[in-house]
DNA sequence: AGCCAGGGTCTGC
DNA sequence: GCAGACCATGGC
């Protein structure tokens, strides 16, 4: 049986290894909400994505084929063999209940920008409240696309603001990092797209340049929006993780993969409440 | 009410 | 190099 099918420019995608509020809702991404009618419903790429489950299929809404194997394949990471990943890090028991409990999460490719400002954000933050800030950044400083939603800013929009200016969306002590972040991208003093391809610590390097970036969050910069899955974000849940659960490390299996590994470790934890 | 949150910077040893 | 204060804000 195909894995994808295209009807009446919807994708239809059959796959065990996708579950919506697994994938969406698992603190990677921050801009998408389940709505009253079962759809969830986010902006990526300033297009409205909705998305939702169908018996056994998962629907993308007026995602076309085309525009799926141009771009949301990739988003999805439907060229990431899951079922291989999984197989692997089942050889470890606490892993295997960790995939248990959240078989359906997948690690996205997001927009490098958005990802560089949501993690900014997320500093000493919890995931509600940088939800909320992340929205009204948008309300602010995005294109109005449909009532309630509305394209994520650009950094060179940003770049043009000082931190004062940001003062409605209520982000704290962390508006000086977007500045920061939105000119020094935009200049091209730090260059985003080289993130996927370039030696991991030249990527992590060149994120930290960035004021307001420091190890974890380029970890996650490089873990959420560009497939870096050696990449291992260190946030308190997982420093509880690897304090109860793996103090002498992770296992073996988790080689190049640290990073797939720890957003099921991160579901897991905050489940459980380890 | 008070602790905590997908941390990082800055200062002082 | 490393510990500790400090940072704004609001969710729970």
């Known amino acids: 049986m195909a894995e994808f099918e295209f009807l009446d420019n919807n994708t239809i995608i059959k796959s065990n290894s996708f579950d919506l509020r697994q994938t969406l809702d698992c603190g990677q991404a921050f801009r998408f909400s389940?709505?009253?009618?079962?759809?969830?419903?986010?902006?990526?790429?300033?297009?409205?994505?909705?998305?939702y489950k169908d018996n056994n299929k998962i629907v993308l809404k007026n995602v076309t084929k085309k525009e799926f194997y141009d771009y949301f394949y990739k988003y999805f990471s439907f060229d990431v063999d899951y079922s291989g990943i999984k197989q692997t890090l089942f050889a470890d028991e606490t892993l295997k209940k960790a995939i248990e409990l959240s078989p359906g999460i997948r690690i996205l490719k997001q927009e490098k920008f958005e990802t560089v400002c949501s993690f900014i954000f997320s500093q000493n933050n919890n995931i509600p409240r940088i939800k909320g800030?992340?929205?009204?950044?948008?309300?602010?400083?995005?294109?109005?696309i449909a009532d309630e939603y509305y394209s994520f800013p650009t950094a060179e929009k940003i770049a043009d603001l000082s931190a004062c200016d940001l003062a409605p969306i209520r982000a704290g002590f962390r508006a000086k990092y977007i500045i920061d972040a939105a000119r020094k991208i935009a200049s091209g003093e730090v260059d985003l797209e080289s993130l996927e391809t370039c030696n991991i610590d030249s990527a992590r390097e060149n994120l930290m340049k960035i004021k307001g970036v420091g190890p974890k969050v380029s970890e996650c910069i490089l873990l959420f929006s560009c497939k870096r899955f050696?990449?291992?974000?260190?946030?308190?849940?997982?420093?509880?993780?690897?304090?109860?659960?793996?103090?002498?490390?992770?296992?073996?299996?988790?080689?190049?993969?640290?990073?797939?590994?720890?957003?099921?470790?991160?579901?897991?934890?905050?489940?459980?409440?380890?």
């Open 230 to 274: 050696e990449c291992f974000p260190m946030d308190v849940w997982m420093k509880k993780v690897m304090t109860s659960l793996y103090p002498n490390g992770l296992p073996e299996c988790t080689k190049g993969i640290e990073g797939i590994a720890q957003q099921y470790l991160f579901d897991y934890a905050r489940t459980v409440k380890i």
């Open 34 to 51: 389940l709505c009253d009618d079962g759809v969830w419903r986010g902006v990526v790429k300033s297009k409205i994505l909705e998305i």
């Open 133 to 144: 800030i992340i929205s009204r950044f948008c309300e602010n400083f995005g294109e109005k």
